[in-house]
């Protein structure tokens, strides 16, 4: 399939209808794709198949180069289903992939409905996604409601004439003066949500870059585009969406712009229309924001399926450097319960720096002190540093912590990259640092491309100890004792055994606050998970008359069996760092 050069703004057509591609609408493209790929093998009545699944973010441009350009494709992406299906995740994420003059890594979309010709055709996106379903992969993809790039024809037809029908798809002021409550998100290089428009002569709201102005949602058009657009890729079948920024797509005056009740309106318009239409296929929330409004943007389960739990991520880097359970503890009490059918995404790191919104200001500079004590590794609020490097580089930290996001409520969300340990490069601007090039072997091209590494869209990580010689997947394989082997029989235990994504959450708290020790439990089986957070050997005692007379058999470490005593006590060793799953062998005495 081919498309002409980009529709020049002043060739849009006034009238309204929902765009397509090649004048096809999204049911003729849908019936032409199907006649050459039929839908996969992804159960589409098994409605909460999320709540139990392990998701994988995969950049697109940084997987796989299939042709020799330096830059991965839907191709090469196709071509690696197979490791992620030996690895065991279950669902894969992917950033936007959309047309995009690629200022913010993709999260600037020229249009909705077409891929970057770079990584290939809506026919490869296709082939991909049924390959994935074949493998019983299911994939989410990112949308972006808040704002498009500036280049969107949207736009320049918006700055164009104010009496074009675009004109109000922005929101646009004669002052900079609204909303001035409203944080600005990208402090590092904004210092206003307003920037001018020399051509229209006036100002345009951007909560982002001033290159991603903000839609405007009070136009009902926009979310007439937004919907059509969702519906191209589901109807393209795609298992549902991650809904980038979502807190900001309504402002008001008087208030900080956010996580208004016209905004939960909205998405829980969109929710109503994929219930009815594409049952099964979910919507992940990405809010930045604390407990209390974060679980707004579950609803009555009327509104998101997921969210991503920001604030519980930085709280186990700082319990780490604190050896210390207490700040973990505290924000999942403090956590609300979420609707009945709706599940957390819990992740350690993600394509963007290691977000530090959500934590008090000391905590802030602690955790600046402790893993990002230059400047330099800092980015707006947060730390540009992949998971590896910040733990610098010991596996058993790093296991540590994956442990503990496996075990946690939520479905965890790994991050392309640190199954191997990879590291970073703080010499490349923004967050393009932690999106290095997959690393597959020890050669040259570390088996990204078949192009020179000058010529790929980032460069390989060449610090000594993270460069592809010492870490790739190829030699990991090779080696039972690997991070990348163990990542693979902790995802094994973890879906043996559905009760870490279903169950109850029962912290146990303990005088040892260097141990964080919980049950996961529910009707069918109890666990008991023990982690460690300190450099030193502990002796985790333990009252569990529920238990007595029980045993704790070890998920993970082979043969270690651990006896609950007649009165109830466990006494557990844990080493440094330690992490245990006890499954508890008799049923809870009640
Ligand atoms: O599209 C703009 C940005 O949207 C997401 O941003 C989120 O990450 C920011 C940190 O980089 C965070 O501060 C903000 O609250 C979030 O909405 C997306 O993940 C970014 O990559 C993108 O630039
Ligand atoms: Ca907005």
Redesign the pocket.
Same mark, same amino acid.
């Given at each position: 399939m081919t498309r002409s050069p980009y529709t020049p703004a002043e060739e849009i057509p006034k009238a309204l209808a929902p765009t397509g591609v090649l004048g096809l609408t999204s049911a003729q493209l849908q019936a032409k794709l199907d006649e050459i790929h039929p839908i996969g093998s992804i159960d589409r009545t098994e409605t909460e198949w999320f709540r139990t699944a392990v998701f994988y973010e995969v950049l697109v441009r940084s997987f796989k180069d299939s042709n020799g350009d330096g830059i991965d494709d839907f191709k090469g992406l196709t071509e690696k289903l197979d490791y992620l299906q030996w690895l065991g995740v279950d669902c894969l994420w992917l950033p936007p992939f959309y047309d995009s003059p690629l200022h !913010?890594?993709g999260?600037d979309i020229r249009d909705y409905r077409w891929i970057r010709e770079e990584l290939g055709t809506i026919e490869d996106f296709k082939v991909f996604l049924d390959a994935a379903h074949d493998r019983g992969l299911r994939v989410i993809i990112d949308f972006?409601m808040?704002?498009t790039s500036g280049s969107h024809p949207w736009f320049q037809s918006s700055r164009a004439d104010p009496d074009d029908p675009y004109s109000n798809y922005y929101v646009w002021s004669d002052t900079d003066d609204a909303y001035s409550d409203a944080r600005i998100?990208f402090c590092d290089t904004e210092d206003s949500n307003w920037s001018w428009d020399s051509e229209r002569k006036q100002f345009y709201w951007h909560r982002?870059f001033h290159h991603?102005p903000d839609l405007n949602f009070e136009e009902p058009r926009v979310m007439e585009e937004m919907l059509g657009a969702v519906r191209f890729w589901m109807n393209l079948g795609i298992d549902g969406f991650r809904l !980038?920024?979502v807190p900001y797509l309504i402002e008001a005056e008087g208030t900080n712009c956010e996580n208004l009740p016209k905004t939960h309106q909205i998405l829980k318009q969109l929710r109503a229309m994929v219930d009815e239409e594409y049952p099964g296929r979910i919507l992940l929330c990405?809010a930045?924001q604390w407990p209390d409004g974060v679980v707004e943007y579950f609803g009555d389960g009327d509104e998101c399926q997921m969210a991503f739990h920001f604030p519980v991520m930085p709280r186990l880097y700082m319990g780490l450097r604190r050896g210390s359970r207490e700040c973990i503890s505290k924000i999942l009490a403090d956590t609300p319960q979420i609707p009945e059918g709706c599940q957390w995404a819990t992740f350690l790191r993600?394509? !963007?720096?290691l977000?530090l919104?959500m934590v008090f200001k000391e905590d802030r500079q602690y955790m600046w002190e402790g893993y990002a004590p230059e400047p330099r590794w800092r980015c707006?609020l947060?730390i540009r540093r992949r998971l590896s490097p910040l733990v610098d580089n010991d596996d058993a930290k790093a296991r540590l912590l994956n442990a503990m996001l496996l075990s946690l409520p939520g479905s965890p969300v790994l991050y392309y990259g640190d199954e191997i340990g990879m590291g970073d490069d703080l010499w490349l601007s923004d967050?393009d640092g932690v999106r290095t090039p997959m690393q597959w072997d020890d050669s040259e091209t570390a088996g990204f491309s078949t192009a020179l590494p000058e010529d790929f869209h980032l460069p390989l990580i060449h610090t000594f100890g993270h460069d592809p010689e010492h870490v790739n997947v190829a030699r990991q394989m090779d080696d039972p004792s690997s991070l990348l082997v163990w990542t693979r029989a902790m995802l094994g235990i973890r879906r043996r055994h559905p009760v870490f994504g279903t169950s109850e959450f029962i912290d146990l708290d303990g005088a040892d606050t260097a141990v964080m020790s919980f049950l996961r439990h529910n009707e069918h089986e109890t666990i008991l998970c023990l982690a460690n957070l300190s450099d030193t050997e502990r002796t985790v005692v333990l009252h569990l008359p529920q238990f007595a007379g029980a045993t704790g058999s070890s998920l993970i470490h082979g043969q270690d069996v651990q006896p609950v005593e007649a009165d109830g006590t466990l006494i557990v060793p844990l080493w440094p760092y330690g992490y245990r799953w006890l499954q508890m062998s008799v049923e809870e005495k009640s």
């Open positions: !913010d890594g999260y972006v808040n704002h998100i982002f991603q !980038d920024a990405e930045n993600n394509h !963007d720096e977000a919104e707006n947060g967050r």
